[in-house]
């Protein structure tokens, strides 16, 4: 009578095992989630306003690239674009990462937004951009 019943052990240890199996399963794909991006390039833009002088103000921009899970050379270029138009342009490479900064001097008459634009490029040939 025991082995119709809904507590029998065989199905005890058969749902015990899927159960098992699933959380293991979601265990795994969690720690994909933060894992598989560790092992991935980075790439990184910002601007501020370098004040340090007050009488010599500077919009600095600056343009990161890290792709430290190979040995190979990587370059960045970084652009930095005000609202009028006026642009500076620098670029650094090494192996594994590459950082450059530029910097545009303060005007009162060229407001609003400032835009970096990054271009990567790697040994092997492939380039993108970042914005």
Excluded at 7 to 18: A, D, E
Excluded at 46 to 54: F, I, R, V, Y
Aim: aromatic share 8%; net charge negative; proline share 5%.
């Amino acid at each position: 009578m025991l082995k119709n019943s809904p507590l029998s052990i065989p199905q005890l240890t058969t749902n015990f095992g899927k159960c098992l199996a699933s959380r293991l399963a979601g265990t795994i794909a969690l720690l994909m989630v933060f894992v598989i991006p560790a092992l991935g390039q980075t790439d990184y833009s910002d601007s501020w306003l370098d004040d340090s002088d007050p009488n010599a103000l500077f919009v600095v921009g600056v343009g990161v690239t890290d792709n430290d899970y190979s040995a190979d050379a990587i370059a960045v270029e970084t652009t930095l674009t005000s609202p009028n138009g006026r642009t500076v342009s620098g670029e650094s490479d090494d192996y594994g990462s590459a950082r450059i900064e530029v910097a545009l001097p303060w005007d009162w008459d060229d407001l609003g937004d400032y835009f970096v634009r990054l271009n990567i490029n790697h040994s092997v040939g492939a380039t993108g951009t970042a914005a």
